[in-house]
């Protein structure tokens, strides 16, 4: 089992920048893909990025240019570097564990970190 703790959320300014971490325990990177999904009210949960089991980096399409996920494997740690944020980026984000080479079905979960964006 993974455990998952996340942690860099807080309130910013729109257009600023977070940095968001994710400290791994139980298990190393090198087995899983890796990465961040989110959660605004109201709305579903939804995949921002990932770093593949291959070593693919994918994006949201909403955030592309704007957020670089990085890893760690060393340290057994994930960040989320995100740029120009915007209203709408605000949300509980999560880290993520998958099996397989992609993010689309996460295995584990953190508690998640919240991001509020002010405009």
Not at 81 to 96: G, H, R, T
Request: proline share 3%.
């Amino acid at each position: 089992e993974v455990h998952l703790v996340e942690s860099g959320g807080g309130l910013v300014q729109a257009g600023g920048s977070l940095r968001l971490s994710c400290a791994a325990s139980g298990s190393t990177f090198d087995d899983y893909s890796i990465g961040w999904w989110r959660e605004a009210p109201g709305k579903e949960r939804e995949g921002v990025s990932c770093i593949s089991l291959s070593d693919g980096t994918y994006y949201a399409d909403s955030v592309k240019g704007r957020f670089t996920v990085s890893s760690d494997v060393a340290k057994n740690m994930l960040y989320l570097q995100m740029n120009s944020l915007k209203p709408e980026d605000a949300a509980v984000y999560y880290c993520i564990v998958a099996y397989g080479d992609d993010c689309s079905d996460p295995t584990y979960w953190g508690q998640g970190t919240q991001v509020t964006v002010s405009s």
